[in-house]
């Protein structure tokens, strides 16, 4: 009699351990299950954070753009004045110059003329 | 028998309580497995995204840099051709104030009969034909007429050759908005020199263009060559 309800005691005991066990390996799966969503989850926060950064400079990149582009118009045009200063002020002597050839005519045989 | 019922009782006690202390036990290790797969798991899914996505990012931040050298590239070169074509631009304007100033010259008679009678002689010494005839412009008609004598006359004396007969045309004349100077046809038109002041300028100019380049924009620092 008393027999009996100890065994059935034990029995139970058993039972309950088996269940408590098996419970802790199902919390264990979903555990690991766990582990997918929340990498997911961290890797778009990081991926967001880049794509933040990277706007950033894509917009950066885009005003020097502009920058650029007036700066080195504005340079050039600067050069170019300089080319027509140094015109004006050096033309006056090459224009003589070259009118003085131009008029200079020797009228001369071939140098290789026989007579 | 030796053992009663609250021995018996207990001992199913020790072994209830025995039995509770193992489950808990594994429990425990259950969930310590349990925590630490989830972290291995999770960085390692971790981990391998980030890669991805760090290569991905720092490749297109390599193609901005790109871009922008590109861009700087592309700048330079567009500066350089603006700037060397308005140097072209000039040294063509000196050639065409020249030509002006060439026009306004010529229209000083005593000075343009010197020249006229100059290049008159040197067309004829330059071909050397027996027959040649002489194109000039309407107006100069007459003073070329008489400026020819005393040309051929230079000519016979220079080369010490007798022959030499030169006509004008008088159906074709060069345009009468040239400076001056005249064309010669021998052999029926077959060879032809040009002794205008518009060719002679042009020549002229061709040829001192490295030194008109360097006294009106200076000295080439880049230049390495001069011979």
């Known amino acids: ?115 | 028998m030796s053992l009663n019922d609250d021995d018996v009782a207990k001992q199913i006690q020790h072994m209830i309580a025995f039995i509770q202390q193992e489950a808990v036990e594994k429990v425990e290790e259950i969930e310590a497995k349990a925590e630490e797969e989830f972290n291995i798991e999770k960085s390692r899914l971790v981990s391998q995204q980030r890669a991805k996505i760090i290569e991905y990012y720092d490749k297109k931040e390599k193609q901005i840099e790109l871009q922008r050298k590109i861009q700087h590239s592309n700048l330079a070169n567009a500066s350089r051709l603006s700037i060397l074509k308005a140097r072209d631009d000039y040294v063509q304007a000196l050639k065409e104030e020249a030509r002006q100033r060439l026009s306004i010259l010529t229209q000083n008679r005593s000075k343009y009969i010197c020249i006229l009678a100059n290049l008159i002689t040197q067309g004829l010494l330059i071909l050397m034909e027996p027959n040649i005839m002489i194109k000039c412009r309407q107006d100069d008609y007459g003073l070329v007429q008489r400026l020819i004598p005393d040309a051929m006359r230079r000519y016979q004396q220079i080369l010490q050759i007798e022959n030499i007969n030169t006509t004008i045309d008088d159906n074709n004349f060069l345009a009468d908005n040239i400076a001056g100077g005249i064309e010669f046809y021998a052999l029926e038109g077959k060879i032809k020199v040009s002794n205008t002041i518009e060719t002679r300028l042009e020549m002229i100019f061709n040829q001192m263009l490295p030194e008109i380049r360097q006294d009106l924009f200076g000295i080439n620092q880049h230049r390495k060559y001069y011979d």
Not at chain 1, 9 to 18: G, H, P, R, T, V
Not at chain 1, 67 to 93: C, D, H, R, V, W
């Open chain 1, 1 to 115: 009699m008393l027999q009996s309800r100890g065994v059935s005691d034990l029995l139970a005991a058993e039972k309950k351990a088996q269940e408590l066990i098996e419970e802790a390996r199902k919390r264990k799966n979903k555990r690991i299950k766990d582990a997918q969503s929340e990498a997911k989850a961290e890797i778009e926060h990081f991926k967001a954070d880049r794509e933040r950064q990277y706007k950033i400079l894509e917009q950066q990149q885009l005003g020097n753009r502009t920058q650029m582009t007036e700066q080195s118009s504005k340079e050039t045009q600067i050069q170019i004045g300089a080319l027509k200063s140094q015109y004006e002020s050096n033309k006056q002597q090459l224009l003589q110059r070259i009118i003085t050839l131009v008029c200079d005519i020797k009228p001369e045989a071939h140098m290789n003329a026989r007579f």
